[in-house]
């Protein structure tokens, strides 16, 4: 069977049976029931898909989700997503790759698996980590110390064995385990021959390795020091791998395998980073500093915790707080569209932590949009500002970066 591709944007509908078949429709439905319906919703015969971005794939159709910045052009939306998704720390792709088109042969999701692979590749050469383990078990020669009562219990019989517990060096922990996870789940998915074909060689250096069910708390609990750095990325992408896919391998083939990112947050990230990036003598933080709005006079509880998208800091002093929308303004709208809750958000930012400069910041899609607008707070006098950031040339970065020298930075003077 043939592979196919279909393009879309968020926020748009594919219908059957001119994009879909009614069996790929029916997955469709099934996988909406399990996320209880989170990336799109269902109608009569449609799919119409929500702020969500990414791929989606079923059988050998591959659905691929892009961001709404052109009506038209798919392959520039394409681009954009790569991009963000690489600014935002979510992938690590070279984009030198380009210079060849190699990155336009695959699929998003094949992108990611491609990743992860020349990310395991690189551990593997350099060498798999070793730790030690306790492991507890029969054997035919005395090694370790004997657990009394489990030999007793299990060598009534072969006399010649001893249970007992030792401590075992090898690469049999929770790193490679977490590796080989998302190797076979690579395995099992991918229909790209070369893809396949790297993910098994690679697995060939995991035979010693336990295979076990990976969850959101194997992540949770990982640290990372001197010694496993280094599998930072790989373990990155394999979570992304693990916890988007694996649920759905147990239906087999027909099953729908989606990796997905709420285009709110990409954006939040994607802005976060390059203001870091580019703000020197600033420290840039996202989702910090937290506090809560209210405490408990009876038990000193802390409630409603306030966590802004980005904060600006200048040595101690918090200079200013932006939260970044993916939202389409209305330029010729006396209130641009804005959400009233988005405002009353900055006011109690702008009260709560003292700042005197609050910001929305949203992506600029028409050339009659204002990129800065400057109001104030009609009781406190603070400043708030709408900032619209353009998007043209956004895979090369060139835009942002100037705009935030040239037209961010500035504010941040300003009295």
């Given at each position: 069977?043939?592979?196919?591709?279909?393009?879309?944007?968020?926020?748009?509908?594919i219908?059957?049976?001119?994009?879909?078949?009614?069996?790929?429709?029916?997955?469709?439905?099934?996988?909406?029931?399990?996320?209880?319906?989170?990336?799109?919703?269902?109608?009569?015969?449609?799919?119409?898909?929500?702020?969500?971005?990414?791929?989606?794939?079923?059988?050998?159709?591959?659905?691929?989700?892009?961001?709404?910045?052109?009506?038209?052009?798919?392959?520039?939306?394409?681009?954009?997503?790569?991009?963000?998704?690489?600014?935002?720390?979510?992938?690590?792709?070279?984009?030198?790759?380009?210079?060849?088109?190699?990155?336009?042969?695959?699929?998003?999701?094949?992108?990611?698996?491609?990743?992860?692979?020349?990310?395991?590749?690189?551990?593997?050469?350099?060498?798999?980590?070793?730790?030690?383990?306790?492991?507890?078990?029969?054997?035919?020669?005395?090694?370790?110390?004997?657990?009394?009562?489990?030999?007793?219990?299990?060598?009534?019989?072969?006399?010649?064995?001893?249970?007992t517990?030792s401590?075992?060096?090898?690469?049999?922990?929770?790193?490679?385990?977490?590796?080989k996870?998302?190797?076979?789940?690579?395995?099992?998915?991918?229909?790209?021959?070369?893809?396949?074909?790297?993910?098994?060689?690679?697995?060939?250096?995991f035979?010693?390795?336990?295979?076990?069910?990976?969850?959101?708390?194997?992540?949770?609990?990982?640290?990372?020091?001197?010694?496993?750095?280094?599998?930072?990325?790989?373990?990155?992408?394999a979570?992304?791998?693990?916890?988007?896919?694996?649920?759905?391998?147990?239906?087999?083939?027909n099953?729908?395998?989606?990796?997905?990112?709420?285009?709110?947050?990409?954006?939040?990230?994607?802005?976060?980073?390059?203001?870091?990036?580019?703000?020197?003598?600033?420290?840039?933080?996202?989702?910090?500093?937290?506090?809560?709005?209210?405490?408990?006079?009876?038990?000193?509880?802390?409630?409603?915790?306030?966590?802004?998208?980005?904060?600006?800091?200048?040595?101690?002093?918090?200079?200013?707080?932006?939260?970044?929308?993916?939202?389409?303004?209305?330029?010729e709208?006396?209130?641009?569209?804005?959400?009233?809750?988005?405002?009353?958000?900055?006011?109690?930012?702008?009260?709560?932590?003292?700042?005197?400069?609050?910001?929305?910041?949203?992506?600029?899609?028409?050339?009659?949009?204002?990129?800065?607008?400057?109001?104030?707070?009609?009781?406190?006098?603070?400043?708030?500002?709408?900032?619209?950031?353009?998007?043209?040339?956004?895979?090369?970065?060139?835009?942002?970066?100037?705009?935030?020298?040239?037209?961010?930075?500035?504010?941040?003077?300003?009295?």
């Amino acid at each position: 069977m043939n592979k196919k591709t279909i393009k879309v944007f968020e926020h748009s509908n594919i219908l059957i049976p001119q994009d879909i078949s009614k069996s790929q429709f029916d997955l469709l439905i099934s996988y909406g029931e399990k996320t209880n319906y989170k990336y799109y919703n269902i109608g009569r015969n449609n799919i119409k898909f929500k702020s969500y971005v990414g791929v989606i794939q079923i059988d050998y159709l591959t659905i691929e989700i892009l961001p709404k910045i052109n009506k038209s052009d798919y392959s520039g939306s394409r681009e954009f997503l790569i991009s963000m998704l690489k600014k935002s720390g979510y992938i690590k792709i070279d984009y030198k790759e380009k210079a060849n088109q190699s990155i336009n042969k695959y699929s998003l999701l094949e992108l990611f698996y491609k990743e992860f692979l020349k990310k395991v590749e690189l551990i593997y050469f350099q060498g798999l980590k070793k730790q030690y383990r306790k492991e507890e078990k029969n054997r035919k020669a005395l090694k370790g110390k004997l657990i009394f009562h489990q030999h007793v219990n299990k060598n009534l019989i072969h006399k010649e064995r001893f249970y007992t517990s030792s401590n075992t060096y090898d690469i049999d922990n929770i790193y490679n385990q977490i590796i080989k996870k998302a190797l076979l789940i690579i395995s099992f998915t991918t229909s790209n021959y070369d893809l396949k074909k790297n993910a098994n060689t690679l697995l060939l250096n995991f035979e010693d390795v336990s295979t076990i069910n990976i969850n959101i708390t194997h992540f949770e609990l990982l640290t990372f020091n001197r010694q496993t750095e280094r599998y930072k990325t790989s373990i990155e992408l394999a979570k992304l791998i693990i916890l988007n896919l694996m649920p759905t391998l147990s239906n087999g083939k027909n099953s729908v395998l989606a990796l997905l990112f709420d285009m709110n947050d990409l954006f939040e990230k994607y802005i976060t980073n390059e203001l870091s990036r580019t703000l020197i003598g600033y420290n840039v933080l996202g989702q910090k500093p937290q506090k809560s709005l209210l405490i408990n006079k009876n038990n000193n509880n802390k409630s409603f915790i306030m966590k802004p998208d980005i904060t600006i800091k200048k040595e101690k002093s918090i200079v200013a707080i932006f939260d970044a929308k993916w939202k389409l303004l209305i330029p010729e709208d006396n209130k641009r569209g804005i959400c009233q809750s988005d405002l009353y958000q900055l006011y109690t930012y702008s009260n709560e932590y003292n700042c005197k400069k609050v910001a929305l910041i949203y992506p600029k899609w028409k050339e009659e949009q204002i990129e800065i607008e400057k109001f104030y707070f009609s009781e406190c006098k603070n400043e708030v500002m709408i900032i619209s950031i353009p998007l043209v040339d956004l895979k090369q970065n060139k835009n942002v970066q100037k705009f935030i020298i040239e037209k961010i930075t500035p504010l941040l003077f300003e009295d």
